[in-house]
C-alpha cells in the first residue's frame, strides 16, 4: 500500500491551515477542518484501472485517505456495499431508475463503521489512547468496536432513548458507557467537559477531521459502481448531515482527479424528520446556518439532531447542486419502511425510509424526473431498531396443523 496524498487541514470556515501530523480538533474559529489531498500529483500517477486489482473495501482507495502507514489501519472489512436496483419500488414510485446504496450491510450494521475505521486508524496513527464522543447510538457502537481493536479507551454518552440493542453494543465492547437523560445535543455539553477534564480525543461529529474521510468513500463507490458515472440525484437523511457532506467532497475529489464529468454533481437532497428539521427549516428560509430545534423528537433516532455543528456545509452541498431540503412525518416514514420491507426484502432502517418517502415526495411533486438516476442511502439495517411488530401473532402448539391461510388460492 502506497502513501497518503495528504498534504494539510484546512479550516471550512476561514481557510485557516493546519498541519496533519498530530491531533486536531476545531478550527480557531470554532469552525470544523477538512483534509486536503494533493489530487494534481495523485491524478498523474493513479487511474481508476488501477483499482481493479485492490481489495473489495474502502481502504482501496488509500491514497484519498489520510492514514500514512497501513501498519496503523483498524479495519472489520468496511466498505464496498451494494447499489442496489430497486426495481419494483421504482415501479410504484414512477422512478425509472432507482438504486439503493445498502449501507446496513457494513460492520456494525450501518454506515457509522467508515467514519470509525478512519477516524481510529488516523488516531491510532496520532498516538491517541482515549476517546470521547456523545452519539444517538450507531456511531457510538462503531467507534466502541473499532477502539477495542485498536486497544483505545472510548468514553460514549448516549441518550436516554437511544435502542438498547445499540446500547448493549457499545457496553459489550467495554467502552465506558454513560446514559444521559436528554438529547444528543446534551450528550454534547458532557463529552466536552470530560475531553477537558481528562485529556481525551473529542470525536464529536466535526470536532475531528477524519470522520467524513472514512464516510466519503461512499461517493467513491458509487461513481465506480456506476462505472464512473455521477448520478442525478442522491437522498440522504441527515442528522448531523456528516455523509451528504462527504459525498459530496468525494465527488468533488474525483472531478479534480478527472475520473468523473467535471460538469456535472448529483444534486443532493437532505432528508429529515417533521420532529426535528433545522436543515430543511434554513433552506426554506434560505439560510446559511441552521437554528436549535427544541423540544426534537422522531422515531428515526438517528436523525434527531437539533443543531449540527456542520449545517452549513450541509446547505452549501445543497445550494450549489440545486438540490433540496425535505421534512418527513414519523407515521407515513413506518409506513414506507413496512413497504419496502415487503415490496423489496430490504429490512432499511427507519432512516432509510424517510429517505425513500422523500423520493415518493419529489417524484410525486415533480421537482424529481422520471428518467433520471436515482441514488437513495440507506444508512443503516432496520434489525438495530426492533420493537414488537410481530409480537401477537398466531401460536401453535406442538402437534397442531395450520388451519388456514387466507392469502394463498
Known amino acids: 500500500m502506497t502513501h497518503s496524498y495528504v498534504t494539510h487541514l484546512s479550516c471550512s470556515k476561514c481557510s485557516e491551515v493546519y498541519p496533519s501530523d498530530r491531533v486536531q480538533q476545531l478550527c480557531i474559529c470554532g469552525a470544523p477542518l477538512l483534509v486536503n489531498y494533493n489530487l494534481r500529483k495523485l ?5 481508476q484501472d488501477d483499482l481493479l486489482k485492490r481489495n473489495h473495501d474502502l481502504w482501496r482507495y488509500h491514497e484519498l485517505l489520510p492514514v500514512q502507514d497501513a501498519q496503523n489501519i483498524v479495519s472489520l472489512g468496511e466498505g464496498m456495499t451494494p447499489l442496489l436496483p430497486m426495481k419494483k419500488l421504482g415501479s410504484d ?6 438504486y439503493m446504496k445498502d449501507e446496513g450491510m457494513a460492520p456494525t450494521g450501518t454506515f457509522k463503521a467508515r467514519g470509525a475505521a478512519i477516524g481510529v486508524s488516523k488516531a491510532n496513527e496520532l498516538g491517541v489512547k482515549g476517546l470521547v464522543m456523545p452519539t444517538n447510538g450507531n456511531a457510538g457502537a462503531a467507534w466502541s468496536l473499532y477502539s477495542s481493536r485498536a486497544g483505545i479507551q472510548a468514553v460514549i454518552i448516549i441518550p436516554r432513548d437511544a435502542p438498547a ?26 463529552a466536552a467537559k470530560a475531553a477537558a477534564d481528562f485529556h481525551l480525543y473529542d470525536v464529536s461529529t466535526l470536532k475531528e477531521p477524519y470522520r467524513i474521510e472514512g464516510k466519503k468513500t461512499m461517493g467513491f463507490e458509487i461513481a465506480e459502481q456506476l462505472n464512473w458515472e455521477t448520478p442525478d440525484i ?9 455523509g451528504l457532506i462527504a459525498i459530496y467532497k468525494a465527488f468533488k475529489e474525483l472531478q479534480k482527479l478527472g475520473w468523473v464529468d467535471s460538469r456535472k454533481m448529483p444534486r443532493f437532497v437532505a432528508v429529515q424528520a417533521e420532529g426535528c428539521a433545522p436543515i ?5 428560509a434560505k439560510k ?10 422522531t422515531l428515526a433516532f ?3 439532531v437539533p443543531k449540527a455543528l456542520g449545517d452549513f456545509l450541509v446547505l452549501q452541498a445543497i445550494y450549489e447542486t440545486n438540490g433540496c431540503a425535505l421534512a418527513v412525518k414519523d407515521k407515513e416514514i413506518i409506513k414506507e419502511q413496512k413497504n419496502i420491507i415487503r415490496e423489496e426484502g430490504a429490512f432499511v432502517c427507519p432512516e432509510g425510509a424517510a429517505a425513500f418517502l422523500a423520493a415518493r415526495k419529489l417524484r410525486e411533486s415533480g421537482w424529481m424526473k422520471e428518467d433520471e438516476r436515482v441514488i437513495i442511502i440507506n444508512t443503516g439495517m432496520g434489525l438495530k431498531y426492533m420493537n414488537k411488530e410481530g409480537m401477537d401473532l398466531p401460536v401453535l402448539q406442538p402437534g397442531d396443523s395450520i388451519k388456514r ?5
Open 43 to 47: 491524478a498523474k500517477v493513479l487511474k
Open 93 to 98: 414510485m414512477d422512478i425509472a431508475h432507482l
Open 165 to 190: 440493542l445499540i446500547r448493549s453494543e457499545v457496553a459489550s465492547a467495554g467502552s465506558h458507557l454513560f446514559i444521559v437523560n436528554g438529547l444528543i445535543s446534551d450528550a454534547g455539553k458532557i
Open 234 to 242: 442522491i437522498l440522504y437523511p441527515a442528522g448531523g448531515g456528516v
Open 280 to 284: 430543511v427549516k434554513a433552506w426554506e
Open 288 to 297: 446559511k446556518e441552521s437554528e436549535f430545534w427544541p423540544d426534537s423528537r
Open 302 to 304: 438517528g436523525i434527531n
Open 405 to 409: 391461510l387466507s392469502v394463498l388460492p
